[in-house]
Every structure is written in C-alpha cells, then in structure tokens.
C-alpha cells in the first residue's frame, strides 16, 4: 500500500502564505537595518567634516595674536564668514623648530603671512551638490539655505616685513569663490601662496569675538534624510533635525 500523500492545494496557498509573511518581515527589517545604517554613517560622515574643519581652524588660531585676528561676513551674499590672521610661521622654512619667527631685538612675533579661512558656495553649486539649487537666504546673520558650501583656508603673502593686519575691505579681494574642488585658479591668485579646500558639504561658519576669545559656530547637514522631508536649498536648516552644530571657543593669550 503506497502511504505517500501529496499536499493539497489548500495546504500548498497555506504554506506559500507563510513563506510571503515571513519573506515580508525579513526584508522589514533588514530595510530598516539598512536605513539606520546609512543614517548613522550620514551622522558620521557629516560630524567629521566639522571635526576637521574646527581642528585645523583651531591649530591655527592657537599661534595667532588675539590683536591681529578679524572676522567678517563674506562680502557676497548667500555665504558663510571669514576668519583670517596674521602668521609668524614661515612656510618657505623646512626645519619645523625655526618656523616660527621673532624679532631678534623684541623677541616678538615678527608677522609673515596672512592666514584667512571662509566659508563659500562653489560657482557651480548644482554639479558639486549633485543636483541641488539653493536660494540665497534673506537671513542676514548667516546662510542656512545652501549645505554644500566649502571651507577654504589660503596662505597670503603681502608686501611688509613685518605684515599687518588686512583690513576687511582688502581681505575681500581673496574670498574667491571655485567653481568646483578644482582651485587652481584660487591658487594662482596674486599673493595666495597656497590654498586648500579644508572640507566640502558645510551649510554655515559663524565667527563671533569677545575680547581674547573667538568663537566660531559650524553647521553641516545630513542632506539625503534632509531632503526626504524638506525641501533642501528653499528652507533654514539652520535647526533642522537634520543639522550638526559643532563650536569651537579658543582662548588668545598673548
């Protein structure tokens, strides 16, 4: 006698119902898994630009004499402020222990080279933020509209020994913009000895002075889970959900 039995058409739906359920809640979840997932690196990602940025800005500041530092706003719209210094490090000097110069009769700083960093949106925003346009906000504290702006740190050399101070209207000479990373063409500028691009994907860098104490407030932006919910480049995200705050608070002694 055969015992074998085939299933049922009823126990086969049955069978296939469970295994669509189950298929069901396995992608769930590993849907969400990858959600969090690109949301933690997105964190990640955008509060190591602002590590970066406020850690070279902060290396810097450290050197500088609190009575030679000016701030401002960059003189056209939509961006972010600038911070620039005089230096007494010379960079043509390849022994570190003799970079920093003094007066040999004072014993003080002898000033070579201007240090200015600013926050700037790349000429050809839309191609460097894949796509996105941004507004220019009517804010007139700061940008919070534009999340791609760069970080820009260049090395001046102006005529004196020692150099003073720039003043604002002369520092708005060297807050160029590029239209893209490529910054040959900041580089190749009249007295710029050199320029990096210190980050990408900033939205705003705030610089405010109290006596000795200069601080400087930087924002960046998880874009993608931004725009999921917002509409990226017409709205503040200056405190969006969505919105890293980092501030640095250095202390100048002289």
């Known amino acids: ?46 509060q190591q630009r602002l590590n970066k940025s406020l850690s070279r800005l902060q ?12 701030i401002k706003r960059v003189a056209s719209s939509g961006n972010g402020d600038a911070v620039w210094f005089l230096s007494a490090d010379d960079p043509t000097q390849s022994n570190a222990d003799m970079r920093f110069i003094r007066d040999p009769a004072t014993g003080l700083p002898r000033w070579q080279r201007h240090i200015l960093y600013y926050l700037i949106r790349p000429a050809n925003y839309a191609k460097v933020s ?15 509209f534009a999340p791609h702006k760069f970080l820009i740190r260049k090395v001046i050399n102006r005529p004196g020994d020692p150099e003073r101070l720039m003043t604002p ?64 480049g017409s709205v503040s995200l200056k405190s969006s959900p969505y919105t890293e705050t980092q501030r640095l608070r250095v202390v100048m002694k002289q």
């Open 59 to 70: 290396h810097d500041l450290e050197k500088a004499d609190p009575d030679q530092i000016g």
């Open 130 to 144: 894949g796509g996105y346009n941004a507004l220019v906000d009517p804010d007139p504290r700061n940008d919070y």
């Open 1 to 46: 006698m055969n015992s074998k039995r085939a299933f049922s058409l009823v126990e086969l739906l049955v069978v296939m119902g469970l295994f669509a359920v189950a298929s069901g809640l396995i992608f769930q979840l590993l849907s969400d898994g990858f959600r969090k997932f690109r949301a933690l690196n997105s964190r990640y990602d955008t």
């Open 169 to 232: 209207a002369e520092v708005d000479a060297f807050t160029t913009a590029p239209a893209d990373q490529n910054l040959s063409a900041l580089s190749a500028e009249a007295q710029v000895e050199s320029c990096k691009l210190v980050s990408d994907g900033l939205l705003s860098l705030e610089a405010t002075r109290y006596d000795h104490t200069l601080e400087v407030d930087m924002r960046a932006v998880h874009v993608e889970r931004a725009n999921a919910t917002l509409k990226v």
